[in-house]
Structures are given as structure tokens and as C-alpha cells.
T-cell receptor, first 115, second 112 residues
Framework: QKEVEQNSGPLSVPEGAIASLNCTYS??????FFWYRQYSGKSPELIMF????GDKEDGRFTAQLNKASQYVSLLIRDSQPSDSATYLC???????????????FGKGTKLSVIP | ETGVTQSPTHLIKTRGQQVTLRCSSQ?????VSWYQQALGQGPQFIFQ???????GRGNFPPRFSGLQFPNYSSELNVNALELDDSALYLC???????????FGQGTRLTVV
């Protein structure tokens, strides 16, 4: 079983719609979770991190964490063509509080927002 | 820009050769991690250095080695290059005051 799993997509949504990206992880002891966006040929950039069960909102983005189900999701509201990218889910096996980010990534979900 | 710089940006090597990739961490960051990202895959954790000591390693063979210097910059060395080593190599730096790791732009290594 892979440690972090994501649907590879592609996921296509019309402009203005809600894009829903999902991720499951295998290590029940994981404490911190990250969503990165990666444009083709570029390095990953952090969108959000979440440590506690429930929802965390930042602008058009909402991260949801359910540790009992070992499930993390990212919702993008009012999707824009500029949101078209690969979205990577990552779990930290290091100690985030100590600045130790040893991230296990999923393969990523490719999102296309159609104008 | 994150303040993390990697060099070179692109590199072509022949199978069996050795390569050194470099990373300058963001000012004040004492932790550097290296990742390998093959085409169509997510980044895979290679190892991490904290204050010049290795502080964790992923599932990579010993021919992948590294160093961190007193100024916290870092090198990734790969010996006996194989075709499957062709990938984007990413460096990320952080410190205890950060809530994230900051990635450099990456080095694209092609092994022929």
C-alpha cells in the first residue's frame, strides 16, 4: 500500500466551479498535512497546511482533515484557469514544530479548469 | 521567490558518471532536505541535513550522499549514475520558526 494516495486525474472543472481534490494516507500516527501546487516544470509551492481534524479555510481554498478515516481533501472554490496545475498532497514524517519537514508526497492530481 | 537557490538548473550526464548538485538555503534556515521527482511522480524524500548532520533518510541507496556546510548550504552527490536517476532534484530549507519548507527551483538532471 502506498503511503500517500491521490487520484492522478486529470480532473476537469469549468471556470467558477468547485474543484475537490482527495488524498488518503497510511500512517495513522501522521500529524501534519500539506497541499502543494506545482505548475509544469516548476517547483512545488505551498497552498495550505492542516494539523487538526476539521476544516481550515484560506481565501478560495479549504483543507479538510479526518484523521480517523486517514483522509485529507482540498476544495478550491470559484476555480480559475490559473488554478490549472498538479496538486500534491504531502504528509510530514518529521517534526513540524522543530522545522523538520520530511515530506511523503502523493503522485499528484492534475487539475484543468476550463474557461 | 523563496530565497532557496539551486545550481545548476539543468545538467546532462552519462551513465556511470558522478554528479554534484548544490543548494543555498534561505537566510536563517538550518535544515535542508533533498527530494527526487521523476516525471509524472510526486517528489520522493532523499535525506535531510540539520546543522551539518544527516537527520533522516528516505529509501535511496548509499550512492546518494550529501553534505551540509557551516553556512547551511548543501550538496547532493550521486555516484555511478543510472538512467533512472534522470529527474528533477529539489532542495527545500526550513527552520524551527517556519510552518513550511521552502523549495528551490530545482535541478533537472538527465542521464544518457
Amino acid at each position: 500500500q502506498k503511503e500517500v494516495e491521490q487520484n492522478s486525474g486529470p480532473l476537469s472543472v469549468p471556470e467558477g466551479a468547485i474543484a475537490s481534490l482527495n488524498c488518503t494516507y497510511s500512517d495513522r500516527g501522521s500529524q501534519s498535512f500539506f497541499w502543494y501546487r506545482q505548475y509544469s516544470g516548476k517547483s512545488p509551492e505551498l497552498i495550505m497546511f492542516i494539523y487538526s481534524n476539521g476544516d481550515k479555510e484560506d481565501g478560495r481554498f479549504t483543507a479538510q482533515l479526518n484523521k480517523a478515516s486517514q483522509y485529507v481533501s482540498l476544495l478550491i472554490r470559484d476555480s480559475q484557469p490559473s488554478d490549472s496545475a498538479t496538486y500534491l498532497c504531502a504528509v510530514n514524517r518529521g517534526r513540524s514544530g522543530a522545522g523538520s519537514y520530511q515530506l511523503t508526497f502523493g503522485k499528484g492530481t492534475k487539475l484543468s479548469v476550463i474557461p | 521567490e523563496t530565497g532557496v537557490t539551486q545550481s545548476p538548473t539543468h545538467l546532462i550526464k552519462t551513465r556511470g558518471q558522478q554528479v554534484t548538485l548544490r543548494c543555498s538555503s534561505q537566510s536563517g534556515h538550518n535544515t535542508v532536505s533533498w527530494y527526487q521527482q521523476a516525471l509524472g511522480q510526486g517528489p520522493q524524500f532523499i535525506f535531510q541535513y540539520y546543522r551539518e548532520e544527516e537527520n533522516g533518510r528516505g529509501n535511496f541507496p548509499p550512492r546518494f550522499s550529501g553534505l551540509q556546510f557551516p553556512n547551511y548550504s548543501s550538496e547532493l552527490n550521486v555516484n555511478a549514475l543510472e538512467l533512472d536517476d534522470s529527474a528533477l532534484y529539489l532542495c527545500a530549507s526550513s527552520s524551527a520558526t517556519n510552518t513550511e519548507a521552502f523549495f528551490g527551483q530545482g535541478t533537472r538532471l538527465t542521464v544518457v
